[in-house]
């Protein structure tokens, strides 16, 4: 039966999927509370895309569970659909349609809610699609194109909004546009977002669910997330090469981050994680690298990202 009260938040339970030999999700459990932005993150492949196409209907699970307000989507996905505005990574667009039709055809496509006019000036002005409203898709630039796939998802005024990578493949001015967009819609809806782009989280997103070869790895607020696993990231920087300051890290057991700038060629800088500042000061000392700096910094999603996929230095 239909639960008698909708919880519009989502949740997913035990979630395994396979294509073939690759196993894209392998008991993944996960909530997304009512009336914030959360980003699930991972590398490429980690199973981000999977796990949203489940939850929006559009893909089924081999086993486990995923609701939508209370109800399960394999089992009521109509119902479970109403509840959900969804924005594909490819922003199927029809080319030759105008953006007005397009928004018109997704109002009748997603059951005809409220009056079109009102829903279709509502979404223009949400999304500020109304200088290129009677344009045909094909000659809109892809960071509108972009608008017109969030107008397309908001139509229904849906209570949760799904993204998948919403910024990809965007420039630089448009990446901005589409991000304001997304904080502003996450004021009034559940948005759920997956990315890649580390810094993207930390701009949009209220809670972090980190994913990694078809498992979770970590769930909860940037903060909670960042500073809730063993490491501490220190800024550290000696009298040396780069090439010297990545031995130092492999030396002392840190994982290595980035490379910091310097005023000098002749200092290397950068971001380490490790549990003690201490362990890399002995490495230093053990290795005769003149240690200049070793500034502990606050919690990292850069370090978490590595320290996940098994930590070691990256190329």
């Known amino acids: 039966m239909l639960?008698?009260?909708?919880?519009?938040?989502?949740?997913?339970?035990?979630?395994?999927?396979?294509?073939?030999?690759?196993?894209?999700?392998?008991g993944v459990n996960f909530q997304i509370p009512q009336g914030c932005v959360t980003?699930?993150?991972?590398?490429?492949?980690?199973?981000?895309?999977?796990?949203?196409?489940?939850?929006?209907?559009?893909?089924?699970?081999?086993?486990?569970?995923?609701?939508?307000?209370?109800?399960c989507v394999a089992d009521y996905p109509l119902e479970a659909k109403k509840q959900i505005g969804y924005l594909p990574e490819n922003n199927p667009l029809w080319q030759d349609m105008t953006v007005e039709e397009t928004l018109a055809f997704a109002w009748v496509a997603q059951g005809e809610v409220g009056s079109k006019a009102a829903?279709?000036?509502?979404v223009v002005n949400q999304t500020g699609l109304?200088?290129?409203?009677r344009r045909r898709v094909r000659e809109c630039s892809k960071g509108y194109r972009q608008r017109v796939g969030l107008?397309?998802?908001?139509?229904?005024?849906?209570?949760l909004l799904i993204l998948d990578e919403p910024t990809n493949g965007l420039d630089p001015i448009q990446v901005v546009e589409i991000r304001q967009l997304i904080r502003t819609l996450?004021?009034?809806?559940t948005v759920i977002l997956t990315t890649h782009v580390l810094s993207e989280v930390e701009v949009l997103a209220d809670r972090v669910i980190l994913l990694h070869q078809g498992l979770k790895n970590a769930e909860g607020s940037l903060q909670e997330v960042t500073q809730s696993n063993d490491g501490n990231v220190f800024r550290v920087c000696i009298s040396g090469t780069s090439a010297n300051l990545k031995s130092l890290?492999?030396?002392?057991?840190?994982?290595?981050?980035?490379?910091?700038?310097?005023?000098?060629?002749?200092?290397?800088?950068?971001?380490?994680?490790?549990?003690?500042?201490?362990?890399?000061?002995?490495?230093?000392?053990?290795?005769?690298?003149?240690?200049?700096?070793?500034?502990?910094?606050?919690?990292?999603?850069?370090?978490?990202?590595?320290?996940?996929?098994?930590?070691?230095?990256p190329s």
Do not use: C, H
Request: proline letters at 5%; zero cysteines; aromatic letters at 4%.
């Open 3 to 26: 639960p008698d009260k909708l919880n519009l938040a989502a949740k997913v339970e035990g979630l395994k999927k396979s294509f073939g030999d690759v196993v894209a999700l392998n």
């Open 39 to 71: 980003a699930i993150l991972g590398p490429n492949g980690a199973g981000k895309t999977t796990a949203i196409r489940i939850l929006a209907g559009s893909l089924l699970a081999d086993a486990g569970r995923a609701e939508v307000g209370g109800i």
């Open 119 to 122: 829903q279709l000036e509502r």
């Open 130 to 133: 109304s200088s290129v409203f």
């Open 151 to 159: 107008a397309q998802a908001l139509v229904s005024n849906p209570s």
């Open 186 to 189: 996450g004021r009034e809806k």
């Open 249 to 313: 890290a492999e030396k002392s057991g840190a994982i290595w981050i980035e490379s910091q700038p310097t005023s000098s060629p002749e200092i290397a800088a950068g971001l380490m994680q490790i549990e003690s500042g201490d362990l890399i000061a002995k490495a230093a000392s053990e290795l005769d690298f003149p240690l200049l700096e070793l500034t502990p910094r606050t919690g990292n999603l850069e370090a978490l990202f590595y320290r996940l996929q098994d930590g070691g230095l």
